[in-house]
């Protein structure tokens, strides 16, 4: 097990536990919110993506980030063509949010780094996103539930809240490793990748987007 399974243990720890502190109700709306915050992220980040990119000059930053490593990117087949190198997890994630037209376009290391640079922003902004509304969105039920905290939870409802705390965690965890896995094209060595493939939560993160995608 490595650090990456004991990261993401906390994590599902963490909810199962709120789960049985806030009962099937208050942890089905938390579920709910994750769910709508997800896709809501899905919808927003090609706006937020080019308001960052005219406002920001962020995929500038992301492009000149992919430059540096644009060799451990690209393979160069017989035919001097450049085939994108991603990684094994967010590579699929990445193609999907990446213009087609663009992909297909990568005939040099000046376009392989404009095409992962977006690629990557993307992701991130999708992820982001996720974080920022989940978090809101956990703040509004903290309120919540004080404001309801006297009242006696049965233990059969807090049972069903763990279980919907185990799918939350679990939910939170398969983002980060994606995530994870995005920022390993940065890694100065490839320990974040070599780390994240040996674990129980890449296998787990590999076959729920098969399932998925």
Not at 52 to 66: D, G, H, P, T
Not at 92 to 112: G, H, I, P, Y
Not at 192 to 207: A, F
Request: with cysteine; charged share 10%.
């Amino acid at each position: 097990m490595s650090w990456v399974d004991l990261a993401a243990l906390i994590i599902i720890l963490w909810s199962v536990a709120n789960g049985y502190l806030l009962g099937i109700r208050q942890m089905g709306f938390w579920f709910c919110g994750l769910v709508i915050a997800l896709l809501a992220a899905l919808t927003l980040q090609k706006p937020f993506s080019m308001y960052l990119s005219l406002e920001w000059q962020a995929e500038r930053y992301f492009v000149w980030l992919v430059s540096r490593h644009v060799g451990e990117l690209l393979n160069v087949g017989a035919t001097s063509s450049f085939n994108l190198q991603l990684p094994s997890l967010a590579g699929t994630v990445m193609q999907r949010l990446a213009e087609e037209s663009q992909v297909s376009a990568v005939f040099s290391q000046t376009a392989a780094s404009q095409v992962v640079g977006e690629m990557i922003m993307r992701v991130s902004v999708v992820i982001f996103f996720f974080y920022i509304m989940a978090i809101a969105f956990s703040l509004i039920l903290k309120v919540r539930y004080k404001q309801h905290k006297s009242k006696n939870i049965p233990e059969l409802q807090r049972f069903f809240g763990m279980a919907i705390g185990l799918v939350c965690g679990l939910l939170l965890s398969l983002l980060s490793c994606l995530l994870l896995d995005t920022l390993s094209i940065f890694a100065a060595s490839d320990f974040i990748e070599q780390d994240l493939s040996g674990s129980y939560l890449y296998l787990i993160t590999y076959y729920f987007l098969q399932f998925i995608l």
